[in-house]
């Protein structure tokens, strides 16, 4: 049985551990200190975790994950590694739906925010499980982006999303596509092709959930 979550979070688990509390990731203010307290609050605050993508508990979350970053970086790279069973988004019957995505784009924000970084060669079935996960999300992003878009990952798939008009062409490996349509545009290595304005306007969307 696949454990891609498990995986991609020993990886990161190692490159924090490695790295320690102030290196810099692609998420946006965000040291490694900072996401390894979202991804423990994630796991652990359920009573918080809902203000990830509910804005009215927004304040609350992020109280409670500086209370969390406070903790000592040992405790904190811990505590990403091994997640309580109890978990809603990681006990076993979750985790690799759950985290396969979230701990991947996270191992890259990582690894992406530093100097001469280079793609990792993916094993074929991370590669397989991604575009599932890539194809839902694509919808979900895109759906009003005013464009026939489609998004396509060779020897895995192809996908038209938007609201319709020129089309623009969005191509590489599964792992590229998620980083692309969680907002990660200009470190995720794809093609788009289609109109400049549109490729333009793509390029710089806010994209995710």
Do not use: C
Request: glycine share 6%; net charge positive; no cysteine.
């Amino acid at each position: 049985m696949p454990r891609h979550a498990r995986s991609e979070r020993e990886a990161l688990a190692d490159l924090l551990q490695t790295l320690g509390p102030d290196a810099p990731t692609l998420n946006e203010g965000w040291t490694t200190r900072d996401l390894a307290a979202h991804l423990v609050l994630r796991e652990r605050r359920p009573d918080a975790a809902g203000g990830i993508l509910l804005p009215p508990l927004r304040a609350y979350a992020e109280r409670v994950r500086r209370r969390i970053a406070a903790r000592p970086w040992p405790q904190l790279v811990h505590q990403v590694r091994r997640p309580p069973a109890w978990s809603p988004v990681s006990n076993p019957l979750t985790d690799e739906l759950a985290n396969t995505l979230e701990f991947f784009v996270h191992h890259e924000d990582v690894r992406r925010a530093r100097p001469n970084w280079l793609p990792r060669d993916l094993p074929v079935a991370l590669h397989r499980a991604l575009w599932k996960r890539a194809a839902p999300l694509a919808r979900m992003a895109l759906r009003r982006f005013p464009a026939d878009v489609f998004v396509q990952a060779p020897g895995h798939g192809q996908l038209s999303v938007g609201r319709g008009g020129e089309p623009v062409r969005v191509v590489g490996a599964p792992g590229e596509l998620v980083l692309f349509l969680t907002g990660r545009q200009r470190a995720a290595r794809v093609q788009v092709d289609g109109p400049t304005a549109l490729a333009d306007r793509l390029r710089a969307a806010r994209l995710g959930i």
